[in-house]
């Protein structure tokens, strides 16, 4: 029996309760402090890039 093949969920940086469910096709990304966020819509972004440090 093949070995389970482990998965990390990816969640939005602003609201953590929404999962991004294919992160490799999310268009509302950025990258912060060397490390790739997720953003479930372009508005959640935008509140990211005005402050943050509120979200980090």
């Known amino acids: 029996m093949p070995a389970k093949k482990k998965t990390t969920k990816t969640y939005c940086t602003v609201c953590p309760r ?29 509140r990211f890039e005005k402050t943050p440090e509120k979200f980090l």
């Open 18 to 46: 929404w999962e991004i469910k294919q992160p490799e096709k999310c268009s509302n990304t950025l990258l912060a402090k060397g490390k790739k966020r997720y953003f479930c819509t372009k508005k959640c972004k935008d």
